[in-house]
C-alpha cells in the first residue's frame, strides 16, 4: 500500500512539474493552459461479467434467485488538465480515493439471503479530453483514459452478518480476491465557470473476486457522479 501510494505521488507530481503554472485563476481565460481541480461525489459500484451468471445458476440449481445489484459509495480526487497550447484539447491526471464494491441476492418464496462487499480503493487515472465552449461560461467537457487502483481496506459481509476482511478473502481457499486493478475510464461533464458536474463510467480489467470451483470471478465496475471545482 505505501509503495503504490508512493508511485502515484511520484507520477501524480512529476506530471504536474511538466505543466506550465497559469498566470490568471480562470481556465476560460485566454492563454490559461493548467486548469487545476478538486471533485467528489457518489459512486454507484457492482460487478460484471462471468460471476454475475455463474452467481445465478448456482441460485437456480439450489431453488433460489440470485440478482448482483449495487453498492453505494463515494469517490474524491484532486488533479489538473493540462491544454495543448491555446486547443481546446488537454491531458491530466489525478489522485483519488473511494470505494468498488457490489451487493447480492438469493430468495426463494420463505427466505431472502443478502451479502455485500465493500473495498475502499485508492487510484491514479491519466485521461485525454476535449472541452468544448458553449459560451463564455459554459464548456462540455468529455475525456477518456486508464486507471490503475488499489484496495487499502474493506469487507465482505455473508448473509448471516459476519463479516470478513479484504486480507482474509485473499488468504481463503475457496475465494480469489484481488487487490490491484487496471482498467479504463470514460466521462463527461458540464462546466459552469469554475464548477463542475460529471459523471463517469469506469470498468477494470482484472478479475477481482469470486469463488474458486463454482464461480468465475468477476469484473469492477462503478458510475460515478461527482461535483468539481477548478482553481
Sequence with gaps: MKKFLALALVVLMGASAN?????????????????????????LNTTNGKYVKDFKKVNEDNGFK??????????????FQRFFGKKNGYWGAELGVGTRGFTQKSKNESVTYKENLNAFTVKLPIFLGYSYPINEDIRIDGHVGPFVSFDFAGKFTDADGETTSISDLEDEYDNDYQRLDVGAAAGLGVWYDHVLLDVTYQRGFFKWFGAEHYIEQGNASSIIIRLGYAF
Design 19 to 43: 505543466a506550465q503554472l497559469v498566470q490568471s485563476r480562470s481556465f476560460h481565460k485566454e492563454g490559461a493552459r493548467v486548469n487545476w481541480f478538486v471533485r467528489g461525489g457518489v459512486s
Design 66 to 79: 440470485g440478482s448482483v445489484g449495487f453498492k453505494p459509495g463515494f469517490d474524491v480526487s484532486a488533479g
